[in-house]
């Protein structure tokens, strides 16, 4: 069975802190990465793709390990707003039904 | 935001009733899905589809049934509701590019079955 593992948390963090959470897959096959964000009682919303060669987009930081089967994420200079649930997601290959979906990992920043 | 709503947002019904949730898209995506998602669980699938009339089953496709005659509409079926069915069902659609599987979500349906 496809797995993604997260540690669902939650993680408590003060404001302006780095934050750093991983994902592991069990799927060697897997060819797509993706970290979502979902707030309380909201849809999950794409926060980036993760490549193979990791891809910043502003105070995130995504890498891809493929030999060891995980994804990171990082979070700089932390803001109250990114308090959510962080879901990691990655593709089995095959056709488009092939997500497999994290449970998530919550964070809270603090003040 | 992709231009994606659910309808309803919300609704009690009870056991055994039929249940018709509907999803919109304005976007032109190919492919649209249905999850859903309970506590302790990710987002789990129920059913996708891939075009008109082309639909296939998901993980959790038990008790659910799905229909799409156009592209920008994709129904979701309860044929006879279950407690079990109480959760949030979410849209979702993708436009596949490459390897590219970026989903894009609606804003939920919260279900609760009597």
């Known amino acids: 069975r496809k797995e993604v593992e997260q540690d669902p948390g939650p993680f408590n963090v003060p404001e302006g802190a780095t934050v750093a959470f991983n994902c592991t897959y069990s799927?060697?096959?897997?060819?797509?990465f993706f970290w979502y964000r979902q707030d309380c009682r909201k849809e999950p919303k794409l926060l980036m793709s993760v490549y193979s060669s990791g891809n910043e987009d502003g105070r995130f930081t995504a890498q891809l390990n493929r030999a060891s089967q995980y994804i990171s994420l990082l979070i700089r200079d932390s803001k109250l707003s990114d308090s959510a649930t962080y879901l990691c997601v990655v593709t089995s290959g095959g056709g488009a039904d092939g997500l497999t979906f994290g449970k998530g990992t919550h964070l809270i920043i603090q003040p | 935001d992709a231009g994606i709503t659910q309808s309803p947002r919300h609704k009690v019904t009870e056991t055994g009733t039929p249940v018709t949730l509907r999803c919109h898209q304005t976007?032109?995506?190919?492919?649209m899905y249905w999850y859903r998602q309970d506590p302790g669980h990710g987002l789990r699938l129920i059913h996708y589809s891939y075009g008109v009339k082309d639909t296939d089953k998901g993980e959790v496709s038990d008790g659910y049934s799905v229909s799409r005659s156009k592209t920008e509409d994709f129904l979701l079926t309860l044929e006879s509701a279950t407690s079990s069915q109480t959760s949030v069902y979410f849209c979702?659609?993708?436009?596949?590019?490459?390897?590219?599987?970026?989903?894009?979500f609606g804003p939920g349906t919260r279900l609760t079955v009597t």
């Open positions: 976007e032109n995506h190919r492919y």
């Open positions: 979702a659609i993708s436009e596949v590019q490459g390897a590219s599987y970026e989903q894009y």
């Open positions: 799927n060697s096959a897997s060819q797509s």
